[in-house]
Nanobody
Framework: QVQLEESGGGLVQAGGSLRLSCVASGRGFSSYVMGWFRQAPGKEREFITAITWSGGGQHYEDSVKDRFTISRDNDKNTVTLQMNNLRSEDTAIYYC???????????????WGPGTQVTVSS
């Protein structure tokens, strides 16, 4: 059973950058599509990006396209989210999750980590 744990959140000024990591414990990490979601206060959880099993393909929602970059290291069981040019509307709890399917659909993801808080001050 793969368990996920996010880290790297914090407080940053608008225009700044943060790098989030998600480490998976257990076996089989490379057999999963990995994704990042976020949930802002008072809003539903939002799917933002995903990466294929090998890391050769990525998908980005319009809200983060050209600002965020997802990557993975299957040797280290890690998926990373590099976030640049952060905006106040990026403030949320960020979660990683896994799926078996590509192209990615938000409803295919599960095994959520506890999340990491990102706060962007304007």
């Amino acid at each position: 059973q793969v368990q996920l744990e996010e880290s790297g959140g914090g407080l940053v000024q608008a225009g700044g950058s943060l790098r989030l990591s998600c480490v998976a414990s257990g076996r089989g990490f490379s057999s999963y599509v990995m994704g990042w979601f976020r949930q802002a206060p008072g809003k539903e959880r939002e799917f933002i990006t995903a990466i294929t099993w090998s890391g050769g393909g990525q998908h980005y929602e319009d809200s983060v396209k050209d600002r965020f970059t997802i990557s993975r290291d299957n040797d280290k069981n890690t998926v990373t989210l590099q976030m640049n040019n952060l905006r106040s509307e990026d403030t949320a709890i960020y979660y990683c999750a896994r799926s078996r399917a590509w192209p990615p659909r938000s409803t295919d993801f599960g095994s959520w980590g506890p999340g990491t808080q990102v706060t962007v001050s304007s």
